[in-house]
């Protein structure tokens, strides 16, 4: 099993910037890709970014440029940078990891293509 800890969280105002991590522990791969969900209240879960072992990156259109995703395979964590903040992007992020270090067929946007799944942090944005 892999456990996924998410931190970096919390309230900002619309404009601000925050940086979430996600640590990964547990039974250890060769290789493997992350990324981040969001669900936020009565909508449906939406991916946001992922990065593959290689650092190849993929992002939501609504967020691509405001939303960098990075990685530390020494310290097996990923990171979302999350800038020029919205109140649309309010909602309970997810790291995500899959045991493949890459993607294909559009892989990288399908819950269903990541094997574990953390418990969420919490991003809410004020106007």
């Known amino acids: 099993q892999v456990q996924l800890v998410e931190s970096g969280g919390g309230l900002v105002q619309a404009g601000g910037s925050l940086r979430l991590s996600c640590a990964a522990s547990?039974?250890?791969?060769?290789?493997?890709?992350m990324g981040w969900f969001r669900q936020a209240p009565g909508k449906a879960r939406e991916f946001v970014a992922a990065?593959?072992?290689?650092?190849?990156?993929y992002y939501a259109d609504s967020v691509k440029g405001r939303f960098t995703i990075s990685r530390d395979n020494a310290k097996n964590t990923v990171y979302l940078r999350m800038d020029n903040l919205k109140s649309e992007d309010t909602a309970l992020y997810y790291c995500?990891?899959?045991?493949?270090?890459?993607?294909?067929?559009?892989?990288?946007?399908?819950?269903?293509?990541?094997?574990?799944w953390g418990q969420g942090t919490q991003v809410t944005v004020s106007s």
């Open positions: 990065i593959s072992w290689g650092g190849t990156t």
């Open positions: 547990g039974r250890t791969f060769s290789s493997y890709s």
């Open positions: 995500t990891f899959r045991v493949w270090a890459s993607f294909s067929y559009n892989d990288w946007s399908r819950g269903g293509a990541y094997d574990y």
